[in-house]
């Protein structure tokens, strides 16, 4: 299958500082990439559509502000999280569409970045 | 909102027997239905999709869909201590694995 690719793997920073999360499709092109957050315990929590080349879409709730992505090309889409605070810490994980093994379109997932704000 | 309901376990099971996840659904719409496995500190891989009522099997793995009961299952037959993760469920609007919501997971143990 699609192999989706995430850097950093996980990240510990001061409150207040930003940080950028890469997720790079390594084998196939993504026009749209997806980006979820994951609590401890809790499920995955759509956070926005990235579409390549236009402004990503935001789910209700996720401040555009705060949560900046950027999918400037078709292999690479950029989360940062601007300003993080404690409550920022969470688990963040991107996905692709690509042609699944049967056929149909499948989401595939990156590894995942762990964000430990202090 | 649209809400995908799901048991959160933990669910114990001996190895060798059938484990049985189920998953409820609010949105009388939903098209897909897919079933994830999440290991502990991994993300999600999809283990099952299903588009119509009924059964589908893949090897140790049957998905069960009833629209009508808006209602969607998972077994595992022989279940091995390797299957013990948590399973999610998720579901879409549309014919496809595009804008997905999720259930909070049933964590499964297979006890050896």
């Known amino acids: 299958g699609a192999v989706v690719s995430q850097h950093p793997s996980w990240v510990i920073c001061k409150s207040g500082t930003s940080v950028k999360i890469e997720c790079r499709s390594l084998?196939?092109?993504?026009?749209?990439m997806f980006w979820y957050r994951q609590f401890p315990k809790q499920s995955l929590m759509l956070m926005a559509t990235?579409?390549?080349?236009?402004?990503?879409?935001?789910e209700q709730g996720v401040e555009k502000d705060k949560f900046l992505i950027n999918h400037a090309s078709l292999t690479l889409s950029t989360l940062t999280v601007t300003s993080a605070h404690p409550e920022d810490s969470s688990f963040y994980i991107c996905?692709?569409?690509?042609?699944?093994?049967?056929?149909?379109?499948?989401?595939?997932f990156g590894p995942g970045t762990r964000l430990t704000v202090l | 909102q649209k809400e995908v309901e799901q048991n959160s376990g933990p669910l114990s099971v001996p190895e060798g027997a059938i484990a049985s996840l189920n998953c409820t659904y609010s949105?009388?719409?939903?098209?897909?239905f897919f079933w994830y496995r999440q290991y502990s500190g991994k993300s999600p891989e999809l283990i099952m999709s299903?588009?119509?009522?009924g059964d589908k099997e893949d090897g140790r793995f049957t998905a069960q869909l009833n629209k009508a009961s808006q209602y969607v299952s998972l077994l595992i037959r022989d279940s091995q201590p390797s299957d013990s993760a948590t399973y999610l469920c998720?579901?879409?609007?549309?014919?496809?694995?595009?804008?997905?919501?999720f259930g909070t997971g049933t964590r499964l143990t297979i006890i050896p």
């Open positions: 998720a579901v879409s609007d549309t014919f496809g694995n595009e804008k997905l919501t």
């Open positions: 949105d009388r719409g939903s098209q897909s």
């Open positions: 996905s692709s569409l690509a042609g699944g093994p049967n056929g149909d379109n499948e989401q595939f």
């Open positions: 990235s579409n390549e080349g236009s402004k990503a879409t935001y």
């Open positions: 084998d196939f092109q993504a026009t749209t």
């Open positions: 299903i588009y119509s009522n």
